[in-house]
């Protein structure tokens, strides 16, 4: 394993690192992300209501983002390949597993806890390795990595429907989880946890200067003791909880307005093919505002676009919310990320990014069931999608807060990449 030299003749393993991170990214998402594709069915084979269906969701949600707690600190420690590939195959078997289930709390243990678990071992890991590979292109190689998350909600939905209808849902989740097994653990195993420990630099390029000023370095326990990280934390827990509602519900809700499964399937699939773009056009405007202001501008985007959606009741406008929520859904996913990496430094990134994704996984396991929980007990979703309006309003001020500090006293003693 070689690195890149100045003239490019051999490829930076930094790149594969960012091919693995796609395949991570895709199958951690895009697992989670297709069950609203088997909503139904196991609505109907267990004839539950949907608050306890959208609870299977909610805890493969929130799995997903509070281990990372767990997950980016052991990563930090082992190495992100043995956490990532575990995390993959706890996703197959949780999906195998899940297949076979006879009653609805089987499915909780199976698909919540197996596909929670596995895609939380995958995420911080995969996205805070790869934030230690790259340093001038760090924005470009996060937006190429979690281009998986798009990729693969572009993908998988309309796979598990066409499975579903062809197979059946169990034979569409075994299936599923045969391919995970094979492939995503094979790419977990290429990830590293940095270039310097191959003696390599990040970006492919050449050491850097002993006269150049030192980035932050923050420990776990230094960024926690910051407002700066407090703020990130519940901006990331107001997101949360507005991102997975239309994710969860849009299936049943097209239902509602007398329109098919999949139609639900392919808007949620719309939703993933936006957010790839998403990740270019928002990451073309955070390089001339800054990550913070973009990042700023995409939760009043969302906001707006949440309180649209109580109004579209027809394809079209359903498309035009897709299209919409899933650009600026797009712009959130590398940004938050780099954010940190800009304030704290990549050294400790792995708990950092965990700990702060934590807050992320109480809001993916809220709102889904929330929002099921008040349709049945209005009938409706209006309230619910008026909570994820005012929750994404409450994040853009945590992070008009965060550029107010920067401005005046600066992170950690200088002014963060966020704000220049």
Known sequence: MTSATGTGQKLFYGWIVVGASFVGTFFAFGIAY????????????????????????AIAGGLLFSLGAVSGPLADRVGPAVVAATGMVFLATGLIVAAQATTLWQIYIAYGLGVGVGAGC????????????????????????????????????????????????RDAMTYMGIGVGVIGIFCMLMLRHSPERYGLNPDGGAPPSPEAPVGPASTL?????????????????????????????????????????GTGAWLVSLI???SIGGRFLVGVVAD?????????????GLAVMMAFWHLAHDVWTLGFFAVIFGTLYGGFAPLMPALLADIFGVRHLGGILGVNYSAAGLGVLG??????????????????????????????????AIGARTRTAGVNGHQPDCER
Request: hydrophobic share 50%; glycine share 12%.
């Open 34 to 57: 297709s069950f609203g594709p088997f909503f139904p069915a196991i609505e109907n084979a267990f004839q539950a209501s949907r608050s306890d269906v959208a609870l299977v969701s």
């Open 122 to 169: 995958i995420y911080v890991p995969v996205i805070s390795a790869l934030q230690r590979w790259f340093v001038r292109r760090r924005g470009l190689a996060s937006g190429l990595a979690v281009m998986g998350i798009g990729v693969g909600t572009l993908v998988t939905p309309p796979t598990a429907n066409w499975l579903i209808q062809d197979y059946g849902w």
């Open 221 to 261: 326990r230094e960024a926690i003791r910051t407002p700066e990280f407090w703020l990130l934390s519940g901006a990331g827990l107001c997101i949360s909880f507005s991102l997975f509602v239309p994710l969860v519900h849009m299936v049943p809700y097209v239902l509602d307005h007398g329109m098919t499964e």
């Open 272 to 274: 993933g093919v936006s």
């Open 288 to 300: 001339r505002l800054g990550r913070l202001r973009t990042l700023t501008g995409v939760y009043l």
């Open 367 to 400: 709102g889904p069931t929330l929002a099921g929980l008040i349709f049945d007990m209005t009938g409706g979703y209006g309230p619910a999608i008026a909570f994820a309006v005012v929750s994404l309003l409450l994040g853009a001020a945590s992070l008009i």
